[in-house]
């Protein structure tokens, strides 16, 4: 499905539904397209909202962790959500601990959490990315997911084409080393709001035991493990992944 783009002074989103805002933070190298499974099936329930993270956009000084938790804060602020359900995969989890943990006072409801940086990741690795090797980037993109048929020839063009881009190249390792350091340990016992984990079992980026970790280091939270599923469960397993988090959801509507 092809969702309109919304345009509000500097924000790019998607929002479609009614209800309590689910407001779904992309990674490093996702795009709004990564949550089309979600999308779909919480517009029966939600207003889902996609900001369109500005990842190449913000200035070199901003173009890092706590730049983007700026941006999705004046973002908040500027649409006037209440009642949040904020959801990140991989840095976008990241960003939204970083939003959190800047500003408790944030309407935000939950938190999810899906194969999220900020305690521990196996990055692309030192030589990443090689420029021009089309081959290295297939190679790289399918170890994202459990079935490496999931990284289409779509997706793996898109990384291709950020990788050919000198700019946008150094823009990514500038947030890859950026949520490296910020390691965010001790300090995610201060979120206290009601949080979900999801994790692939398969996931090679933020292994299980980083889900583990998260669990033991959130006081509010709950974990649950897809099989099977490697660092993006909303695409890989869109199915599973809805059946654990609108339970999660609707129960704290009635709240």
């Known amino acids: 499905m092809v969702y309109e783009i919304k345009t509000q002074g500097k924000f790019k989103f998607i929002e479609e539904g009614e209800g309590e805002p689910l407001v779904l933070l992309h990674g490093l190298f996702g795009a709004m397209s990564n949550f089309s499974g979600l999308i779909d099936y919480f517009r029966n329930y939600n207003k889902v909202v996609v900001p369109l993270l500005p990842l190449f956009d913000l200035n070199i000084l901003d173009t890092s962790v706590s730049g983007l938790a700026k941006y999705v804060h004046k973002f908040v602020e500027t649409r006037g959500y209440s009642n949040i359900h904020l959801l990140g995969n991989s840095l976008g989890g990241h960003v939204g601990l970083v939003y959190l943990l800047k500003h408790p006072e944030a309407p935000v409801k939950s938190l999810t959490l899906t194969g999220s940086s900020g305690l521990f990741e196996n990055g692309m690795g030192e030589t990443y990315p090689k420029r021009g090797d089309y081959e290295y980037i297939r190679k790289k993109t399918e170890l994202t997911f459990y079935d490496p048929a999931m990284a289409t020839k779509e997706l793996v063009d898109e990384v291709f084409d950020i990788t050919t881009n000198r700019l ?6 500038t947030l890859a080393k950026s949520a ?5 340990g001790e300090e995610l016992r201060d979120i206290k ?5 999801v994790w692939g079992l398969n996931d ?20 649950h493990f897809i099989d099977k599923c490697g660092h993006a469960p909303m695409m890989e397993r869109p199915e599973e992944f809805n059946k654990i988090l609108h339970p999660f959801i609707e129960k704290l509507k009635k709240q």
């Open 180 to 184: 490296i350091r910020h390691n965010l």
């Open 193 to 197: 709001i009601p949080t979900l984990l």
């Open 204 to 223: 090679t980026v933020t292994p299980p035991m980083v889900g583990e970790e998260f669990k033991k280091l959130i006081p509010n939270s709950e974990l």
């Open 168 to 173: 946008k190249v150094i823009k990514i390792i």
